[in-house]
């Protein structure tokens, strides 16, 4: 079982940068794959980066370039590191963990970007 509990989000203006946090609790952190998604307004939830256990990572197009995705195991947390932001950044971040075919959920945290 993994609990997860995201922080870090909030409204910035273009151009600036937000890092988002999930904490992890449970024993399971290290083995398991763990990602960021994010649902803009009226849209349907998608992928945003994802980082395996071997810490090899992929990210949406959207995104490249521009956000980090990093993870301590020793403290059961993953980052995401979000620069140069956009309007269309705008959405609800929530952090996930697969972890043999099992995926959990935090409960999401609100970025704003204003133009």
């Known amino acids: 079982q993994m609990q997860l509990v995201e922080s870090g989000g909030g409204l910035v203006q273009a151009g600036g940068s937000l890092r988002l946090s999930c904490a992890a609790s449970?024993?399971?952190?290290?083995?398991?794959?763990m990602a960021w998604y994010r649902q803009p307004p009226g849209k349907q939830r998608e992928l945003v980066a994802r980082?395996?256990?071997?810490?090899?990572?992929n990210y949406a197009d959207s995104v490249k370039g521009r956000f980090t995705i990093s993870r301590d195991d020793a403290k059961s947390t993953v980052y995401l590191q979000m620069n140069s932001l956009k309007p269309d950044d705008t959405a609800v971040y929530y952090c996930?963990?697969?972890?043999?075919?099992?995926?959990?959920w935090g409960q999401g945290t609100q970025v704003t970007v204003s133009s």
């Open positions: 449970g024993n399971i952190f290290s083995s398991a794959d």
């Open positions: 996930s963990g697969y972890w043999f075919g099992n995926y959990y």
């Open positions: 980082i395996t256990r071997g810490r090899n990572t």
